[in-house]
Structures are given as structure tokens and as C-alpha cells.
């Protein structure tokens, strides 16, 4: 049959009466929204609801999806543990999603007992799959749920993906609803979950308009350092709706939008009336300009890249190709031995860094070619970068100032210094000018979480500043 609708409802728990209470009025705009739309989705009848969830298992190398027969849920970690759902799984429907994703090269993980066991899974619905699952029982819904969580794949991945999804779909008899559970920006005000950032709504409108006129190219084309700072959780989930749904005739439409504690609750749906097989057309055809663009803009960087970059990306390059490694310029061999980070990003995610904050070799060509085979290959963060991998990647070389102690946080600025913190043998270092990491508070945090130092526990901290070349 077809996917007869498609919805992005957000999932915060306190939309849902029983969690609500007094603080409903204060959201009653997303919740009249959530009930037209659930309204909307059973008035198309489906045997079958998809929902993609950011807060599922997610994986960095595969998008999971529950293989489990019978599904679980419950809000009773927001003190609402009346509000349950028990629904039975599509389980064909998911054997050939999985089936048509791995024709299209997307890694799938399909958790059953063995999975579940070796991750520690639990069989249990998570709050951004209940909650929009929680307004389409109350419409009545009574069929099949096929939970999927997002990935750290690549964008097109996750789009393709999506295109996969609804290949499936048209090939079996299901009437399906596929759901994007997508929270937007969680740094929309002072005391926002995630901290405030001044850049949080101007994603959130980037989303929404993109959604509502459906464009899907300025959707798969949001800048990274943008999704960093707003500190979202739906981009995702939203790419992979999109993979689905494009193709020609597809209408989108919001019911609202609003961010009243902070967080970006945006409610939409979207149908088309295309026939099988446009959405594998126009959607590869999308991919294919959008991974043009982006390989063009890296031969252009690469085109002006620094002797430290390319001095760092030709080591790992050799390195990958086991080939001899390149000679060390005269100018990096000569210059001031200093301490060194390699970062290496892949399509906006970090795909690699390591470092060291004062000099082990007697060079700083050294020093830059010891770290960068490292964050390539010994990164325990990663796997290690692959051949086919190395026309993706964007480096990035910081030379690191002698540190100093200071005695307080007020003498740290994230956007200028760096910061150590230390306690006893544990120390935490955190680079300065990275996206996302706006404030003191920030850094400091992330920098203890590195060292596994708790909070309130006594730390010393020292600053530095750095030399990025890109």
C-alpha cells in the first residue's frame, strides 16, 4: 500500500495530561495541536504506525529498530505510571524495512534478545516514542507500532534511510503513519534545559519554514555549527521523514509551534499522493547534489589549507594507504617544539581527536604527525578512519600555549582559552572556540566529564590559548 501519513509531534512528557497538571495551560497550544493531528492521522486509517525515535537506542554506526514481538511502555519516570501502552509489533513490515535498507547500504540493528543482552536494552517504549503513541491511542488508534531510533550516520544516510522505509512500505498491503518524534531547540531561554544560546531560535525558524514549505534542500543542508548550538534532538529523526517523502505533490502543513520552558515543540504533518518509485528518484537525485556540494566545498578548503593541515591529513592519508609517510616541511621541523590536538570531522561530527599539552617530540612536525595517525586510528572514541573514508574529512590543528594556573572560573572564556581541570590523577581538557560550548559553566562541566571528576568535587584548573589552523 502506501505511507497515508506522515507527523512530527515533539515529545516532551508534560503535554501529556497526566504528567501536566498545573503547568498544562502553559502548553496548551502544542496539546490542542497534538489532538488535530492525531485526529488527522487515524482519519487515514492506518494498520501501521512508525515512530522515529532521538531517544531509543542509538547507535554511532547503525540505526536500531525493536525486533521484539510485543511492546512495552510507560511514563512512570515523569510520575505518571497510568499512562501505559502495550502494542504488538509489525513484525513483516519491519523484516522488509530491514530487508530495503541494507539494499540501499544503511547499516541496520535489529534488537532482539541478543542484542538487547549484550547493550543492556530493555524492552520498553522511551518517552519520545510514548508520546506521541499516547495521543494516537487516545484517538483511537488500535494497530501495529514499528519502534526505530535515530543514528549518528551521516545526513544521507539517515535520509536514505527514509527512502528505504517507504520503498518497503509500497511494496507490502500496510496503510502506515510514519512519525518524527523531534523536539527542536533546548537553548531557547535563560533557563532552558541545555543552556541559553542567543542562535537556538534562529534553528528553531529554520525548521519550521523548512518544514512548512517542505524544502527539503535547506533542510538537509542546515549548517552543523547551527543544530550544535541550538542543542536539538529531532534533526534526525526529521531527515529521515524527509528521505520518505520526497517526491512530487507532497504537502506539508504546521499546526504549531512554541517553546515555552525552553524547548522547541513543533507539530506538523505531511502527504503526498506520488506513486512508487518517485521517491527513490527525486530522493537519490537530492542525495547526489547534496554529496557534490558537499565534496566541492572541501576541495575548496583543502585548496587553502594550512601547511600544519596538510602536513596532518597527508600523514593520515599515507598512513590509511599504508604508504610511506610523507617528510616532515622544513618549517614544522624547525619550529618551536609545542603541544599539539589533530580534531578530524566528518560531515559535521567529529570523527576523531587527540593530543597532547606539552611536546613529547623534539619537533612540532613530530608532534603533529604522531597525533594525527593517532586521532585517525587510536581515537577509543571510534573506530579507525578507513580508506574510503578520506575525501570526507576536514582537519583541524591547534598548537597549544604553555598553560597557566588561575584560581577562578571568572578568568575563563571558552571562546578564547581552553581549560584543564585536575584532581589528583584525573585531568579533563577541553579546546576553546568549539561549537555548542558557549558558556563557562559549559566547558568546565564537559572538561570534568572527560576526566570522570563528579561535581562539587575540588578541582585545579589552568587556561590556555591555542593557534587553530585549518
Keep these: 500500500m502506501t505511507v497515508v501519513f506522515g507527523g512530527v509531534s515533539p515529545h516532551p512528557p ?128 488500535r494497530g501495529k507500532v514499528v519502534p526505530v531510533a535515530m543514528a549518528l550516520l551521516p545526513r544521507e ?37 541545555a543552556g541559553y544560546h542567543p542562535e537556538a531560535h534562529d534553528f528553531d525558524k529554520a525548521i519550521e519554514r523548512a518544514f512548512g514549505v517542505w524544502e527539503l534542500d535547506d533542510l538537509l543542508t542546515m549548517e552543523e555549527s547551527l543544530c550544535e548550538k541550538a542543542g536539538e534532538c529531532g534533526y534526525r529523526p526529521l531527515l529521515m521523514l524527509a528521505g520518505a517523502f520526497d517526491r512530487p505533490g507532497a504537502k506539508s502543513r504546521v499546526y504549531s509551534y512554541e517553546g515555552p520552558f525552553g524547548v522547541g515543540y513543533l507539530v506538523g504533518s505531511v502527504t503526498d499522493g506520488g506513486e512508487a518509485g518517485e521517491a527513490s528518484a527525486m530522493g537519490e537525485g537530492r542525495l547526489a547534489r547534496y554529496i557534490q556540494g558537499r565534496r566541492d566545498k572541501i576541495e575548496r578548503s583543502r585548496a587553502g589549507e594550512s601547511i600544519y593541515v596538510r602536513f596532518a591529513r597527508q600523514t593520515l592519508e599515507a598512513h590509511v594507504a599504508k604508504e610511506p609517510l610523507p617528510p616532515i616541511p622544513a618549517e614544522l621541523a624547525t ?14 561530527q567529529l570523527r576523531g581527536c587527540i593530543g597532547t599539552i606539552e611536546p613529547t617530540r623534539e619537533s612540532l612536525g ?61 585531568q579533563g581538557l577541553l579546546l576553546p572556540m568549539l561549537d555548542g560550548v558557549d558558556t563557562v559553566e559549559e566547558q568546565v562541566r564537559i572538561a570534568r566529564q572527560k576526566a570522570g571528576i563528579p561535581e562539587g568535587k575540588a578541582v585545579d584548573l589552568s587556561r590556555f590559548e591555542v593557534v587553530r589552523h585549518h
Design 14 to 141: 508534560i503535554i501529556v495530561p497526566a504528567v501536566g497538571g498545573r503547568e498544562l495551560p502553559r502548553v496548551q497550544k502544542t496539546l490542542d495541536a497534538m489532538r488535530a493531528w492525531a485526529k488527522e492521522c487515524l482519519e487515514q486509517d492506518p494498520d501501521t504506525v512508525i515512530i522515529i525515535s532521538p531517544h531509543g537506542p542509538v547507535f554511532q554506526d547503525a540505526i536500531a529498530v525493536t525486533a521484539f514481538p510485543r511492546l512495552r511502555g510507560d511514563l512512570a519516570r515523569f510520575n505518571a505510571p497510568e499512562v501505559k501502552a502495550e502494542v504488538e509489533n509489525d513484525l513483516p513490515l519491519l523484516s522488509a524495512v530491514i530487508d530495503q535498507a541494507k539494499r540501499h547500504g544503511v547499516s541496520i540493528a535489529a534488537i532482539d534478545d541478543s542484542l538487547a543482552e549484550r547493550f543492556s536494552i530493555e524492552n520498553e517504549l522511551d518517552h519520545g516514542t510514548m508520546v506521541p503513541l499516547y495521543f494516537l491511542l487516545e484517538a483511537g488508534f
Design 157 to 193: 544516510e539517515l535520509f536514505r534511510f527514509g527512502i528505504a522505509l517507504r520503498e518497503a512500505i509500497d511494496a507490502t498491503p500496510r496503510r502506515v503513519a510514519l512519525i518524527a518524534s523531534s523536539d527542536l531547540s533546548h537553548r531557547l531561554t535563560k533557563d532552558a534545559p
Design 335 to 348: 619550529a618551536e617544539p609545542a603541544g599539539v590536538f589533530v580534531s578530524i570531522k566528518m560531515q559535521g
Design 366 to 426: 613530530e608532534e603533529i604527525r604522531q597525533n594525527a595517525i593517532s586521532a585517525g586510528a587510536n581515537d577509543p572514541r571510534f573506530f579507525p578512519v578507513e580508506e574510503d573514508e578520506l575525501d570526507e574529512l576536514v582537519y583541524s590543528v591547534d598548537v597549544l600555549m604553555p598553560e597557566e594556573p588561575i584560581q577562578s572560573t571568572d578568568e575563563l572564556d571558552p571562546q578564547r582559552y581552553g581549560v584543564i581541570v585536575r584532581a589528583g590523577r584525573q
